[in-house]
């Protein structure tokens, strides 16, 4: 399930990219890149977990933007002197998928969610984005630890 999940996360990463910096409208941009990943090799692997990692990118996607606002709120708080207009398409994504999976998804453990993003950021970004995501996500676990929430 480890491999699907990250597959997901991957998958609504892509979604996001191209709905948010390449103005893709939304289904088109979940149709393409459903049709086109491989889903890190799970179609021919696992066809059935393959699905499982499509619908959930769906939901990670179709979370992220239906709570964008929400999303980019906590991420212009937290990260100080770099709105999310300002950050890199690929990170202020990344961050997105984090902060839904840590506010909505009971099942992923929020340093999961955590873990994941750094990894996507490193993969997708630069090393420096790595420390960024992690930055950022840091201090939301912390003020959520602060006020009992954690």
């Known amino acids: 399930m480890k ?7 991957e998958l609504a990463l892509n979604v996001l990219y191209q ?3 390449a103005g893709v409208p939304f289904e088109e ?9 491989d889903l890190g090799g799970l179609r ?16 990670l996607a179709t979370g992220v933007r ?33 902060l839904y999976e840590i506010i909505y998804v009971d099942s992923v453990p ?12 490193k993969k ?3 090393a420096e984005s790595g420390k960024f995501v992690n930055g950022v996500l840091a201090g939301f676990l912390r003020e959520k630890e602060e006020k ?3």
């Open 124 to 126: 997708y970004s630069t």
């Open 3 to 9: 491999k699907a999940r990250r597959a997901a996360r």
């Open 44 to 59: 021919t692997r696992d066809p059935a977990l393959a699905d499982q990692a499509i619908e959930y990118a769906r939901v």
């Open 19 to 21: 709905w948010d910096a």
């Open 66 to 98: 239906n709570k964008i606002s929400e999303l980019d709120s906590h991420i212009d708080r937290l990260a100080e002197g770099w709105p999310v207009e300002r950050q890199p398409a690929v990170d202020r994504n990344i961050l997105r998928i984090a």
């Open 148 to 150: 009992g929430e954690a």
């Open 110 to 121: 929020p340093v999961v969610a955590v873990d994941e993003a750094v990894e996507l950021a």
């Open 29 to 37: 941009a979940l149709e393409t890149a459903v049709e086109f990943s």
